[in-house]
């Protein structure tokens, strides 16, 4: 076990929070590695640390960095995840192999909500969580993300399911799994790229103080798991339906035509999705993104409390 603790580097600034009991953020380094185009993946990158500190909180992106898992990544190690090919997609099951052959590694929502754990931070910021792929009762590919909201305690903040997934199947684990499902001021979960899709949520909450005491709560009852916050996408940002749904058709059949598997599925899919709305889904990717931030730290700002 000490080893293993000697594998995690936490950075002085969200060491000095977590000891003085200051709200932070976790945000996870995928999006930056295999989520968004250089460079908007850095400016992204920058501008959602610099929400959390303008609104009290501490930003702790989460990375592997020469085989060691590091909570609170520095500009230079943004910029190098931002900018090098080769990035590696780490999950929980690769992640001894990444930290073992002392290489880079972008930390998937799963493996950031396992860091975020192993040092105490109760909020972690993202655009979308990974799910259920369609076809799954053929593929069993199921993204390692759902599993880890049930293991791990902590408030997850996203605006729903990656749009090419299978939403219903994966609404469907979360309730099998006891993982409640927030609507933050709407009652329908969003849809990544638009703000609603046809499935209601377990609570909508009108403030990030509800949201605090839904966590209390739950968790007086359940020693553990995730509540997953839904936020919708900034209005001004959302792409029509229409639009998306042609982009996801042309991106699965893409796919069919490739040989992209496993972990390069959902990257490829996305970037498809892209080039097919001329960059409208990337935009609102990026909106979404702060806006989570946003909301993100006045929930960790508000459980703190």
């Known amino acids: 076990m000490k080893s ?11 060491k000095q929070a977590l000891a003085s009991h200051k709200p932070i953020v976790a945000l996870e380094s995928t999006v930056i590695a295999h989520g968004l185009p250089y460079p908007r993946n850095l400016e992204t990158a920058l501008e959602c640390e610099k929400t959390v500190r303008d609104n009290g909180g501490i930003p702790a992106t989460i990375g592997i960095v020469r085989g060691k898992l590091k909570i609170g990544l520095s500009k230079a190690e943004l910029r190098y995840l931002a900018r090098e090919r080769g990035i590696i997609k780490t999950g929980p099951s690769n992640l001894a192999a990444v930290m073992l052959s002392q290489k880079w590694g972008a930390t998937s929502v799963s493996t950031t909500l396992l860091a975020a754990h192993q040092v105490g931070i109760m909020v972690l910021v993202t655009g979308a969580i990974g799910g259920v792929h369609l076809n799954a009762s053929q593929s069993f590919d199921i993204s390692a993300d759902l599993p880890a909201l049930s293991r791990f305690r902590a408030i997850v903040v996203c605006s729903g399911v990656k749009a090419p997934l299978d939403v219903a199947a994966t609404i469907q684990y979360l309730e099998t799994h006891g993982i409640p499902v927030i609507g933050y001021r709407t009652a329908y979960l969003p849809n990544f ?37 839904t936020v919708p996408v900034p209005r001004y940002n959302e792409v029509p339906q229409r639009m998306i749904d042609r982009a996801i058709a042309k ?3 893409a796919l069919q035509r490739s040989n992209v598997t496993g972990r390069d599925v959902t ?35 508000a459980i703190q409390a």
């Open 4 to 14: 293993q603790r000697n594998k995690i580097i936490v950075a002085p600034e969200v």
């Open 193 to 229: 790229y638009t703000r609603r899709s046809p499935y209601r949520v377990d609570l909508k909450a009108s403030s990030v103080a509800e949201i605090a005491r839904f966590a209390r709560s739950h968790w007086d009852l359940q020693s553990g798991g995730c509540l997953l916050v």
């Open 251 to 253: 991106a699965r059949a």
């Open 267 to 301: 990257p490829f899919l996305l970037a498809r999705i892209s080039d097919e709305t001329h960059g409208a889904s990337l935009r609102a990717n990026i909106a979404l993104l702060r806006n989570n931030a946003l909301i993100g730290t006045r929930i960790a700002r």
